[in-house]
């Protein structure tokens, strides 16, 4: 069932777990990962980022295609199209017009004045039609950004304000995490992950989910976090399978047998992340 990720995420902080966000850059993956949520029975957040939204065709033509796999496997477990890192509030408006469930506004780079009013306009508009939405205070880096730049680093008063008065659904604080791959070790301000968690009340959100080891994540957990986004480490599991099948296999040349062949991968990193995360099924 196509849903927003209120009831999804409520339920996990009133439990104390997480669900992934998996994003989703083609069709295969898009069926790869409801296959295998379905078969742990676990809710899911399909994250589409704006480039990848392009890639696939446009924002209607992902909604069309996460529906018609959904009717088409028979999938039960609660799903969200999520629009992840939405750059402009026109950018938003065409995602949850196009039928997106729940969307990220993402203005951590403006000042905190404006990115509360854009925020602001996107939850009225999102929440006229049970749209959730996802916002960001500090900045969640890149492979550029020095990952222990204390510029990056989310502040709690700021987190409290945002939240009051923008009265979106989910928070992602910036606290250390990148997205890519990690050049060192992952530093985490956990303290303030906590702060921030009491401060607000509100679901919070892990970026930069891989390269994570389990014990910080577990830990993220306890201080809040209830959604974790994944979109590097299943990007390195289906590559490195599909890149065996090529070195291994000179006579391939159907696509399809070559894009399947990084579905195990892609399988076994889900089945990871539900249990670690501890990921439940809700009435
Ligand atoms: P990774 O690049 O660490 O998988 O993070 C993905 C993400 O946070 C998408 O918003």
Excluded at 117 to 129: F, G, N, P
Excluded at 170 to 199: N, T, W
Aim: with cysteine.
């Amino acid at each position: 069932m196509l849903e927003n990720m209120t009831k999804m995420l409520n339920h996990a902080k009133e439990n104390k777990y997480a669900v992934t966000q998996f994003n989703i850059n083609n069709l295969e993956w898009t069926r790869f990962i409801l296959e295998e949520c379905e078969k742990e029975h676990t809710p899911v957040i399909l994250g589409v980022s704006e480039g990848a939204a392009k890639y696939m065709g446009g924002y209607k033509t992902v909604v069309d295609m996460v529906k018609n796999l959904m009717n088409y496997l028979n999938t039960t477990i609660p799903v969200a199209i999520h629009l992840d890192h939405g750059s402009s509030y026109e950018s938003v408006v065409a995602a949850i017009d196009a039928g997106f469930t729940s969307v990220m506004i993402d203005k951590s780079r403006e000042d905190i004045d404006t990115n509360i009013d854009i925020t602001k306009k996107v939850v009225d508009y999102a929440h006229a039609r049970n749209v959730s939405v996802e916002g960001e205070i500090g900045h969640v880096g890149g492979q550029e950004d020095d990952i222990n730049g204390s510029i990056l680093y989310a502040e709690v008063s700021d987190c409290v304000r945002y939240c009051n008065e923008t009265n979106i659904d989910f928070l992602a604080p910036a606290l250390g995490s990148v997205h890519g791959p990690y050049k060192g070790d992952p530093v985490l301000a956990f303290d303030r992950m906590e702060e921030i968690k009491i401060a607000t009340n509100k679901p919070l959100v892990l970026h930069g989910g891989s390269g994570i080891y389990d014990e910080q994540i577990r830990k993220a957990i306890s201080c809040g976090i209830c959604k974790l986004n994944i979109n590097t480490e299943l990007q390195q599991a289906w590559t490195s399978g599909v890149r065996n099948k090529l070195n291994t296999d000179s006579e391939v040349y159907d696509p399809r047998k070559i894009i399947k062949a990084g579905e195990e991968d892609i399988k076994r990193v889900i089945k990871e992340k539900i249990t670690l995360l501890g990921t439940k099924m809700y009435d």
